[in-house]
Each structure stands twice: as C-alpha cells, then as structure tokens.
C-alpha cells in the first residue's frame, strides 16, 4: 500500500485511530515486581508504566466501563488505568454494591484488554474506615488475586497524620488481609500529607514483600522541594510509584503548567517511575482532560479533550514511541 493512503486510512477513521493496535502491556511485561526500588517485569527488565486516572467514581460513573478504556489503550497509548473507588462524600461507605460494581467493570476491562489497573481506595481518612477497607480488599483480592492486571492502592491521600503510628499500621493490616489471597502483586501505600512526605516511610519502611510508595503532585504547586523529598526517599531504597499528578495547581484547577509538567516528566523517566494522570474527566476544572458533555464514545476525539487532555496523551504517545 502506498504510505500516503495508509495514513490516511490510519488517521480517517470516524471511530479508533488504533494507533497502538499491538499495544498489549501485560501481555508485554508479565507479573511485575521491585527489585530494589526499580519496579521490573516477569523477566527481569525495568518498566515505566504510564497511563491515566479515573475521577472519583460516584462523581464520573460514567467513564467507568471498557469503552473509556479501549478508547484510552487504542488512541491515547495508556499501559495502566486508575480506578478511583470513591469512599466518603456519598461513595463505598453508603453505597458498597454499586461502588464495587462500578470498580469491578473496569477491573474486568482491563484484563480483557491487557491493561494494568490500579484498584484505589480512594480516601482521606482510611484509618477510620479500616473494617470496610480490609473487607473491600479481601474480597477484591480473591476474585482477582491471580491477574497479574491488579495492582492495589490501598489508601489514596493520608492527610497530616503520623505516618508511624496511624498509616503504616492501618497499611500493616490491609497488606495482611490481601496477602492471605494474593502473594504476589503489587501493593501501593499512601504517605502523610497527601502522598508527598515520603521520607517518613523512608525512615521507617513496611517489612512485607512487594510494596510500593505513592508519591503524588500537581504541578502548578509542587516542584524541586517536592522532587528533592523524593531523591532522597529513593536514595535511601524506597520504591516510588507516582499513582496521581495533575498538570495544574493542588486544587485541580486553574491553568496547565506545561513546563513544570516536563520538568516532573524528565524527573520520573530519570528514576524510572510508573505514573498516572489525573484525571479522565469532563469536569469544567483545568486537571480533566475531557471538556464538559463528553462521553464515553468520545473520549477519542481531539475536540472533547482539553488542553491539558491533548498535552498528556501527546506525552503517553512520545512515551510509547521510546
């Protein structure tokens, strides 16, 4: 075929652009694991992974099913989506089955499409909702402990409280719970005030195998001080993994910092660092990607995304080229 047709073939279909047809990341890289503080495959190999975040769920139910994610696998490049099960605010906490309903489509989508998922528990106050955390987590891991898709994200955003003596116990407890069903995958647990002091954990790490720490950042808000907190954690052998950043300030809104995105883009390629964008969306705030209206069948199309939409699936894109 000439190349001339074949782009236009490529780039002219009214649905998929399928530019990452043979984009299979689990099919790829297997059962993932720490070797140090470098997250690797099933076979030894390094691995970045790089995707995006879903919105609080009983907020944007509706990009929570296999449409989104084909969408974002097949044009946007993703490796890895976020599933953030909202807690509190009229979330699990009130309404459990339809939360867990809406967490295990997109659970299941993933493994059909060979996406690595993270399964968030997304709240600010687990340690007072640990009976629900540790029964979410022990049933989430016996139906789906044997994926290698699943990773598990057991406390999104601890606020300031201690890190000893209130969220490594609470973390101590739901490693246990999943442990009991799933020996192998990847755990995430969240550090004091909002992700970001990782050198507390540093400083008094978990003892379990497989256990990651989550560092998150908007960068309209957080720069060198933040990446300096960071060096310093993973100086010290603490994994890192970058399950949250906003290309805006804290709050999500306001305009796109490009610069000072690429500057946290160069930073997490440096040390090797998975992460996911916040968020799909089509909230009207400057972090969502999506503008307002859009839904699920769209999410493809160049004119539902924002600016901030187009500079990250550009960024998942040149990702995928290296």
């Not at 047809?21 to 099919?27: G, I, M, N, R, S």
């Not at 720069?223 to 310093?232: D, I, K, Q, V, Y």
């Not at 999500?252 to 968020?279: A, P």
Request: glycine residues 6%; aromatic residues 10%; negative net charge.
């Amino acid at each position: 075929m000439n190349k001339n047709i074949f782009l236009l073939v490529l780039f002219g279909s009214l649905n998929f652009h399928m530019l990452f047809a043979q984009h299979e990341p689990v099919l790829k890289h297997g059962n993932l694991s720490l070797r140090g503080v470098q997250l690797v495959d099933e076979s030894g190999k390094s691995v970045e992974l790089h995707g995006m975040s879903l919105f609080w769920s009983q907020w944007q139910p509706q990009f929570y099913n296999e449409t989104t994610l084909l969408h974002l696998k097949n044009n946007w490049g993703i490796d890895i989506i976020r599933a953030a099960m909202g807690i509190e605010h009229g979330g699990y906490l009130e309404n459990p089955l339809k939360e867990k309903e809406r967490i295990f489509e997109v659970v299941d989508a993933a493994i059909k499409l060979n996406l690595y998922v993270i399964v968030d528990w997304h709240d600010h106050h687990a340690q007072d909702h640990t009976q629900e955390a540790m029964a979410f987590f022990d049933e989430l891991s016996r139906k789906y402990g044997n994926f290698p898709n699943v990773i598990y994200e057991i406390y999104n955003e601890p606020l300031e409280v201690s890190w000893s003596n209130v969220i490594k116990p609470y973390h101590e407890k739901i490693i246990s719970v999943i442990r009991e069903n799933d020996p192998d995958n990847l755990i995430i647990c969240g550090t004091p005030r909002w992700s970001q002091k990782l050198m507390e954990a540093a400083n008094d790490p978990i003892h379990a195998k497989n256990i990651a720490y989550t560092l998150h950042f908007y960068a309209g808000t957080h720069g060198e001080e933040l990446r300096s907190e960071a060096r310093n954690a993973i100086a010290l052998g603490l994994p890192v993994f970058v399950s949250e950043f906003g290309t805006t300030e804290a709050d999500g809104d306001g305009r796109v910092y490009k610069e000072e995105t690429l500057q946290w883009i160069q930073f997490m390629h440096e040390h090797q660092l998975s992460w996911c964008n916040w968020s799909v969306a089509d909230k009207d705030e400057g972090s969502a990607a999506l503008v307002p209206g859009t839904n699920a069948d769209e999410v493809s199309l160049k004119s539902q995304l924002t600016e901030s939409g187009k500079f990250v699936r550009k960024l998942l894109s040149q990702k995928n080229k290296e």
